[in-house]
């Protein structure tokens, strides 16, 4: 492959996962690695994937600033960094296809009933400890999937809340994870110097595509957002099973 048809599909990755995690708050990695997994080695796609999305996820904080829930969603964080280290151990000791392919299925298949179920009854009690569980859920789950936001997204479906104050609660959750997984590759010296040259060149599709994301979810009434959202989840969850 030449360079400029490297750059256009490197380009077209990252805007389409920046647009989609701009918009949704999480699905980065489902998204591009749909593209970059097919024409780079997944010890190189996979940590560019990472760097790409803490940067999305950099974005959406900043411009969501005013509804970030730091106090509730510190809680997810704490539970979320307990299950990190877990998900590397059974990285390195176990088969994780098995678990990503059951839990693909299962979010497909909890998104694909609810987006067209035809009444929904929502879920009103969220309590600390819930939620702790919950993100050491999200924690573990992301580690052996890439996808550390589909259970807080979830769990903020169930009990219906808004989409400011989802965005608001689950957005710094997923940095956190992000961050934490990039860090523990850091630690292992696991990152291809390949990986800085194509961030840099990622840099314009990244920019692009997180803000028309972000502008697309500030247009978005409840109800689009939903049933996007649960049709991302559907979609992230078939991509984990193919």
Known sequence: MDGFASFALLSAAVFLGAFVSGLAGFAFSAVAGAILLHTRLPMEAVPLMMACSVGVQATNLWALRKDIEWKQSL???????????????????????????????????????????????????????????????????????????????????????????????????????????????????????????????????????????????RYASEQVFRRIILAILMVSGLLLVV
């Not at 539970?79 to 390195?92: C, D, H, S």
């Not at 009444?119 to 999937?145: E, I, K, P, Y």
């Not at 110097?193 to 697309?216: N, T």
């Open 75 to 217: 809680v997810l964080v704490l539970g979320g960094l307990l299950g990190v280290p877990i998900a590397v151990w059974l990285l390195q000791t176990t088969d994780a296809r098995t678990f990503r392919e059951v839990f693909g299925v299962t979010v497909a298949f909890y998104a694909g009933y609810m987006l067209f179920r035809p009444s929904v009854t929502s879920l009103r009690l969220m309590n600390h400890g819930r939620n702790a569980l919950v993100g050491f859920g999200g924690g573990l789950v992301g580690g052996l999937t890439a996808m550390p936001g589909a259970l807080p997204t979830i769990w903020c479906d169930m009990h219906g809340v808004p989409k400011n104050q989802q965005r608001g609660l689950v957005q710094p959750f997923i940095a956190a994870m992000q961050i934490a997984a990039l860090a523990l590759l850091l630690v292992h010296h696991d990152l291809p110097p390949k990986m800085f040259s194509d961030l840099l060149l990622s840099v314009p599709a990244l920019v692009a595509g997180s803000v028309l994301g972000i502008l697309a979810f």
